[in-house]
């Protein structure tokens, strides 16, 4: 989260009464989403590849801060899925596009890693099956959006769709703009239902993606990475680059807008994701469910299964764990009312 400064410059945290680890370890001074937005004046072809939007720190940095947002990560995922036992229908999905070895795979690993498994719904979109191809482009890819309380994560995504055929010449205008039109509505639909979109763009450049495959030829433990067939899409480099250019703005919608990240920098990609990740998780401010049940009863009735003994050593850690748990809660509260205060979108 950006850092706010206050009178005569000085950062707002040297006013606080208490060290805010997450609050001390960032290095944003600008929110991700407004830095990599896609707009109506996008131009991919002076996009800089290697640049890190709105981060004023190196990779050591971005260690310290993803270390130091893990546990409220965590906390508002758990919130999230908590949240869904009681009917509530929000949850996030994390649409991640990008040519070979721009860091899709390392997304999953690394950022949603960060959390629970029991709460991330992941998806890898391959070559369509017969029975796929038998179904409209959308059909596959229902099937995978994640239910309430989650958090999916698309490799690849009903993007495909339009970027496949765009860069083969086989995706004419008229097509496009069905194409568009198609999938405006699908995410209207999702977001209707409760979900938050996340759209982002892993842009690497031909230099550095022809070092990435060259990695994995020469690395053992990398070969089974690499297809032959890789190089026959890297040969439509400049085709899949036009094919870019036209449709991020195309459906970089108010609602789900696309974030053009630059991914020669892993450690910087990651870093992104998981901001944008947390940012999200804020905005959906969710609370811990109410109990649906007499709470002084239930707890009556499992204190009669227990020994006197047992009893008494829970009863004199009690009070403790219990501020221990609220004085979590407080630091979650704060921290996430922080981030969604920040608005520099």
């Not at 696309?258 to 990609?269: F, G």
Request: no cysteine; aromatic share 8%.
């Amino acid at each position: 989260m950006p850092k706010k400064n206050g009178k005569n410059g000085k950062s707002a945290h040297n006013h606080r009464h208490h060290s805010d680890p997450l609050h001390d370890a960032s290095r944003w001074s600008l929110d991700p989403r407004a830095a990599l937005r896609v707009g109506p004046s996008f131009v991919l072809a002076s996009f800089d590849h290697a640049a890190t939007p709105g981060w004023e720190g190196g990779e050591a940095e971005a260690s310290t801060y993803v270390e130091a947002a893990t546990p409220l990560l965590a906390s508002l995922q758990e919130r999230l899925f908590a949240a869904s036992k009681e009917g509530s229908p929000k949850r996030i999905l994390v649409v991640a596009q990008g040519l070979d070895t721009s860091g899709k795979g390392g997304l999953a690993r690394h950022v949603m890693g960060l959390v629970d498994p029991q709460g991330v719904q992941l998806k890898a979109f391959k070559t369509p099956t017969e029975e796929e191809l038998a179904h409209d482009f959308l059909w596959r890819i229902r099937k995978a959006v994640p239910g309430p309380g989650m958090i999916g994560f698309f490799d690849r995504s009903h993007y495909e769709d339009i970027l496949v055929p765009g860069a083969s010449g086989m995706l004419d205008d008229d097509a496009f703009t069905e194409r568009v039109e198609q999938i405006r509505d699908f995410e209207e639909e999702l977001i209707a239902a409760g979900t938050t979109i996340l759209k982002v763009a892993l842009l690497i450049s031909h230099e550095q993606q022809g070092l990435r495959l060259l990695e994995r030829i020469d690395r053992p433990d990398k070969r089974w990475k690499y297809s032959p067939s890789d190089l026959s899409t890297r040969a439509k480099w400049f085709d899949y680059q036009a094919i870019y250019q036209r449709m991020l703005p195309a459906t970089s919608f108010e609602a789900a807008p696309w974030y053009a990240v630059p991914a020669d920098s892993k450690w910087y990609t990651r870093l992104v994701v998981t901001e944008l990740l947390l940012r999200a998780l804020a905005d959906q401010d969710v609370s811990w469910p109410p109990a649906s049940f007499d709470v002084e009863a239930e707890r009556e009735r499992v204190r009669s299964t227990l020994s006197p003994g047992a009893l008494a050593r829970y009863d004199v850690h009690r009070k403790e764990r219990l501020r221990r748990a609220n004085g979590k809660d407080a630091v979650v509260d704060a921290a996430a009312a922080e981030a969604r205060s920040d608005r520099s979108v």
